[in-house]
């Protein structure tokens, strides 16, 4: 069975400070997601990691991806109020696009 | 582009109703998934179509149906309403196998069960 853990679930941050949120998984997959959801929302896609090595930048959000270790991570550079949200990995499950495994979400709160 | 739209957004039935709910994918996606996010449970996948066939069924009870029909558009019924079936649900789209394609989620349904 296919498990993906986030860690921490929850994290409170200043601005300006810096941070990483982290993604396992247990099995091997081909590709891993990283989503954003706000509160009462729906989902926004911010990357999508295809590769081992893997690395995708949007702003101050930056995305990695070992395969090897089963490991993602999104980095947070200088944190501003508006990241405030709730932040899912997620990762395919028997080949298909369609069918997302997601981890628990982390809830990070950026305090001024 | 339009996105993902879902009807309706907001649901209040009685246990033991059933439920229709309704996702409309992207112009040109052929691939349609939903899920249930719960505060307990978090995001869970359903299950998944594409061009009208089901691919992937994730592990709910056979309560949980769907279809998609062949304009892409798909529906999920719920029969027999529970109390946990409270939750709300996202309908998700995409191309299906293109490149780096990903998914795309409509804003979702809250269904209240009372």
């Known amino acids: 069975e296919l498990k993906v853990e986030q860690n921490p679930l929850f994290l409170s941050m200043q601005e300006g400070k810096n941070y990483t949120i982290y993604c396992n998984y247990s099995t091997t997959s081909d590709r891993l997601y990283w989503y954003r959801q706000d509160p009462g929302k729906s989902l926004e896609s911010l990357f999508v990691l295809l590769s081992n090595g893997a690395v995708k930048q949007e702003g101050r959000l930056m995305a990695s991806l070992d395969t090897k270790a089963r490991l993602s991570t999104l980095h947070i550079t200088a944190a501003v109020h508006d990241l405030s949200a709730t932040y899912f990995c997620?990762?395919?499950?028997?080949?298909?696009?369609?069918?997302?495994?997601f981890g628990k979400g982390t809830k990070l709160s950026v305090k001024p | 582009k339009a996105g993902v739209t879902q009807t309706p957004r907001y649901l209040i039935k009685t246990r033991g109703q059933q439920v229709t709910l309704s996702c409309s994918p992207i112009?040109?996606?052929?691939?349609v998934s939903w899920y249930q996010q719960t505060p307990g449970q978090g995001l869970q996948f359903l299950f998944e179509y594409f061009s009208e066939t089901q691919r992937n069924k994730g592990n709910f009870p056979g309560r949980f149906s769907g279809r998609q029909f062949s304009n892409s558009r798909s529906e999920m019924n719920v029969s027999t309403l529970e109390l946990g079936d409270s939750a709300l649900y996202l309908c998700?789209?995409?191309?299906?196998?293109?490149?780096?394609?990903?998914?795309?989620f409509g804003p979702g349904t809250r269904l209240t069960v009372l």
């Open positions: 112009s040109g996606h052929r691939s």
């Open positions: 997620a990762v395919n499950y028997g080949g298909s696009q369609g069918n997302l495994i």
């Open positions: 998700a789209s995409s191309s299906a196998g293109v490149g780096t394609d990903t998914q795309y």
